[in-house]
């Protein structure tokens, strides 16, 4: 199944895309609900429903190329996953395409962005979740969904932001100032739009997105493993990653934590638009438009 359902081989060829779609079934370390192993294959499912003309930016990012590689399988214990996921996205960063990929838990992310720290200088991050992520170790594993982001900030030193925030431990807290992290609580920016710019300009030039889907409200995504009351809502967080777009380099992506629950199908295609919403604000500068000319323009990319 390709991401889209694009049919057309120019559009969606390995040779010929800008973009790679790469769907990651894991969920190791779960430790509420479960359903994550099977979301990127439910999310990819759901997006060949979607019209693949975009409103906003007038275009149809497709028709740059998009590519869904093979699914990378779950193996155990999490110090393997880990591993091949690390060697898996070098080899897909090195391509010189841009990867966007779908999950699976939360901890998948944390290799992925490795890879990327590895070929990108000057690298953030930018999160979106309601879990801050930065316990150290969880379940007995330094690679636990729970402890991403302490892989992230402390591990690996790259400075984050974090956005929409309303769940975090008192050992988190309490390290807080120790860490290159900013975090924009969800009690703070919910309901308002004048704080994107100041995240965004909290980032570096090259920015990595990482999407916890539970950072948006659970009346929109209630389909995730561990749900949280009081999230973010579609278009604030459509328009800071609009606002990240057109401001910053965003140099890969990914989407984690829907949970796949039969017969529920409106998450995992809010997932699958929130996605190529997000390609299409990242490679408008790149796509032509349908109705107009170019208004406005995103960061070249190289």
Sequence with gaps: MNFGGIAEEEFSSFEGARILVWPVSYEGTVSYGTGTGRG????????????????????????????????TPSVEPPEAMMKSLYERARELVSTGKFV?????????SAPVIRAHAEAYKN???????????LRDTYDSTPHSHASIMARVVKDMQIPSVQCGI??????????????????????????RTDWWDEAVDSLTENVYLTVDIDGLDPSLVAQTGTPEPGGLGWYETVGLIRTLARKRRIVGLDLTEYSY?????????????????SLAFIFESETERVRGSNKQSSKARA
């Excluded at 390290?175 to 703070?188: E, G």
Aim: contains cysteine.
């Design 40 to 71: 990127a294959e439910a999310i990819i499912d759901a997006s060949r429903n979607m019209e693949l003309y975009d409103e906003e930016t007038d275009a149809e990012v497709y028709k740059i190329g998009i590519h869904t590689v093979a699914e």
């Design 100 to 108: 966007a990929m779908i999950g699976g838990e939360h901890s998948v």
């Design 123 to 133: 690298l953030s991050v930018l999160q979106i979740d309601a879990h801050a992520d």
């Design 166 to 191: 309303r769940s975090i431990s008192a050992e988190e807290a309490r390290m807080l100032d120790r860490y290159p992290t900013r975090i924009f609580w969800a009690k703070d920016i919910v309901g």
């Design 261 to 277: 629950v039969e017969g529920q199908t409106a998450s995992a295609f809010l997932c699958a638009k929130l996605i190529y919403k």
